[in-house]
């Protein structure tokens, strides 16, 4: 039977990434809720419109048109078969919408939490650093730059740290996202559909056991 990937983590825990080289190996299409709601800037759809509008006047977009969207996107031949879902169900509510979809596509759900501890969680999001001149990203900690505070590429280019990247912000981002994901978390795990992934490793390892939940 073909799967809905739901991919669970916080800020840092490298999902993204994950949910990137499934698409790129597996062929298995990356669903992000971000690129959704970007597209949906551009598009000249009856939904579109009324996203736009919602947008304008500064509202937060309901779960009922969060789900209508997915549902939108989903439906394209890309999604034929299985695919994951980056950024989406982000609550209980949204969960049970996505049962909905499941049956109608006639897929399975599989949720997959990659799971990062706290304090490493905390040395990857206040230790980046990233090159203004080519975008090349480093980490003070686990990827340091040779010289320290510039660039391997360009050593005239001091690297810039995001404002958001303090830990005082870090760990109001991660709290959010603790509190956000636990009803969802549990949601999945009461249904005995959630498995977590150890998040530390290397990419190639963290992918291998990825692939290992999916087989």
């Not at 990434?17 to 809720?33: F, K, M, N, V, Y």
């Amino acid at each position: 039977m073909e799967k809905i990937i739901v991919l669970i983590g916080a800020p840092g825990a490298g999902k993204g990434t994950q949910a990137r080289l499934l698409e790129e190996r597996r062929g298995i299409p990356q669903i992000s809720t971000g690129d959704m709601f970007r597209e949906m800037k551009t598009l000249d759809t009856p939904l579109a419109k009324e996203v736009q509008e919602i947008m304008a006047s500064g509202k937060l977009i309901s779960d009922d048109i969060t789900y209508r969207i997915v549902r939108e996107r989903t439906s394209k031949d890309d999604t034929k078969g299985s695919y994951v879902l980056d950024g989406y169900p982000r609550t209980a509510v949204q969960a049970e919408q996505l049962e909905e979809l499941a049956k109608e596509q006639g897929k399975e759900i599989i949720a997959i939490e990659v799971d990062v501890p706290r304090d490493e969680l905390m040395k990857r999001l206040t230790g980046r650093r990233s090159c203004p001149e080519c975008g090349e990203i480093y980490n003070i900690y686990s990827k340091p730059p040779k010289a320290e505070g510039v660039c391997d590429e360009h050593p005239q280019t001091p690297l810039s740290h995001r404002a958001d990247d303090t830990e005082e912000k870090v760990a109001v981002r991660l709290a959010t996202y603790d509190e956000q994901t636990k009803p969802l978390l549990e949601y999945y795990a009461n249904s005995g559909r959630l498995t977590k992934i150890d998040g530390t490793g290397d990419i190639e390892g963290i992918f291998k056991d990825l692939e290992g939940v999916l087989s």
